[in-house]
């Protein structure tokens, strides 16, 4: 099974939003997200709940859970091998409609124009 290639969203500004909100964590959340990022690099497509869930449009969700909290990093598939991180948040009951569809733009943006819309830098 070949692995799956991840890239990171990037706005026109050169801001990655999952960078960005990622930062805002503490390390350990931190560190259950990335890990999160490599089983979706190891597994790509086979990858299934409690791991990750289809939301909407395309769009699925990376789940952790720490202390009590949802954190979710929105991405869809650009590409047979290829996975978009498109941005991180927090949930209470469902991921909200407009995260859905910021990811939704993000992927539209990224499939116009890869190059401009790929943050170069790892997690």
């Known amino acids: 099974m070949p692995k799956t290639a991840i890239r990171i969203y990037k706005e026109k500004d050169g801001s990655a939003p999952l960078r960005d909100w990622l930062d805002g964590l503490s390390a350990k959340v931190q560190d259950k997200c990335i890990a999160r990022v490599e089983l979706l690099a190891e597994y790509g497509h086979q990858l299934r709940r409690p791991v990750c869930d289809y939301l909407d449009n395309g769009i699925y ?6 202390n009590n909290v949802n ?25 909200p409609r407009m995260e859905i569809e910021r990811a939704v733009r993000n992927r539209a943006n990224y499939i116009k124009n890869p190059v401009a819309h790929t943050y170069e830098e790892e997690l």
């Open 61 to 66: 969700e990376l789940r952790v859970r720490y």
């Open 71 to 95: 954190y979710r990093i929105l991405y869809c598939f650009a590409g047979k091998d290829i996975v978009l991180l498109s941005h991180g948040c927090t949930k209470e009951q469902k991921v």
